[in-house]
């Protein structure tokens, strides 16, 4: 995900401008390559409404306590639990799952079924936001495996959780 440099994914409105057009391909790059991904329903809203959802490269989770149907041969909707999704993604041969939305990734990290956090930290803080992880409380470790440079003001830290 990218953040602000004070562990922000949003804006309060869902304004989400502060994210450069590096960090934008380079997430682009990695949906391609991995080819799944699960997301809340609200991040789900808010690509449909700017345009980049379904990303036809890849097969797409959408969590929600609510009923939805798919009108898309690449979308699942589920209510299902976060170890279930991730089932359903190795049932269709996915092992690799990109997580998005601060609500949504955080019940994932509560019940310690993520292996690895990738962020891009944008030049950019404010007071008032959307957190990466929001809603649920859990206490991990991480252990740094990577940092890289994406541009003058941007760096990737690349964490794995230890179990
Ligand atoms: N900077 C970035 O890289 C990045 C990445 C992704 C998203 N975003 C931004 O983050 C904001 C959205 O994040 P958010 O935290 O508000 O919402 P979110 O995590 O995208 O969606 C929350 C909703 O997802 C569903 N949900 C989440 N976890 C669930 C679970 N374990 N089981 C069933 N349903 C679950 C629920 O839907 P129901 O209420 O329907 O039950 C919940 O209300 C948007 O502004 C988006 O643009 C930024």
Redesign the pocket.
């Known amino acids: ?3 602000t440099a004070n562990g922000f ?3 309060e409105d ?3 401008g502060f ?1 450069s057009d590096v960090e934008w391909k380079g ?1 682009l790059k990695k949906m391609k390559e991995v080819g799944s991904d699960i ?6 809203e ?2 449909l409404e700017d345009g980049w959802f379904p990303d036809k490269n890849a097969f797409h989770i959408v ?4 009923r939805m149907k798919s009108r898309w041969e690449n979308v699942v909707f ?5 170890r279930e999704a991730l089932r359903m993604m190795a049932e269709r041969g996915f092992n690799e799952v990109l997580i ?9 990290m509560k019940q310690h079924l993520v292996d690895e956090l990738i962020l ?1 930290v944008e030049p950019k803080v404010f007071g008032r936001g ?3 992880f ?2 649920s409380d859990f206490d991990l470790d991480l252990e740094l495996i990577g940092v890289k440079k994406l541009s003058k003001n941007e760096v990737q830290l690349h964490y794995r959780v230890l179990k």
């Not at 997301?39 to 789900?44: A, D, F, H, N």
């Not at 969590?63 to 609510?66: A, F, H, R």
């Not at 998005?100 to 994932?108: E, H, K, N, P």
């Open positions: 995900m990218a953040i994914i949003a804006k869902d304004d989400t994210i997430f997301i809340g329903r609200r991040t789900y808010l690509a969590m929600s306590k609510k589920t209510d299902k639990s976060p998005g939305g601060g609500t949504l990734a955080a019940s994932f891009d959307i957190g990466i929001t809603g």
